[in-house]
């Protein structure tokens, strides 16, 4: 059983930056693809990006494509979400998850973090 813990929420201002980690203990975590999805408020949950098992695809939603960078360091257990350029509308609640696909489906993945907050003010 995979344990994820998400960090590195917080607030900022439109045009900043932060950086979230997803720590995963209880499994090894080059086992599996990695993405990162979001939830804002009264809104379903959405893909934001992914990258495979090991390191040499990635993908991400249009709406971050070229602001955000998903990477991971396999011997640290731990998957990055760099986020650059923030908007109001990137605030949300952003969650880790684990996967045998690397899908931007919810139901690709079998573990979920709990979750970290990032809000962007204009």
């Known amino acids: 059983q995979v344990q994820l813990v998400e960090s590195g929420g917080g607030s900022v201002q439109a045009g900043g930056s932060l950086r979230l980690s997803c720590l995963a203990s209880g499994g090894t975590l080059s086992n599996y693809d990695m993405g990162w999805f979001r939830q804002a408020p009264g809104k379903e949950r959405e893909f934001v990006a992914v990258i495979s098992w090991n390191g040499d695809r990635t993908y991400y939603a249009d709406s971050v494509k070229g602001r955000f960078t998903i990477s991971r360091h396999n011997a640290k257990n731990t998957v990055y979400l760099q986020m650059s350029s923030l908007k109001p509308e990137d605030t949300a609640v952003y969650y880790c998850?684990?996967?045998?696909?690397?899908?931007?489906?919810?139901?690709?993945?079998?573990?979920w973090g709990q979750g970290t907050q990032a809000t962007v003010s204009s």
């Open positions: 998850a684990a996967g045998l696909v690397d899908g931007i489906k919810v139901g690709h993945y079998q573990y």
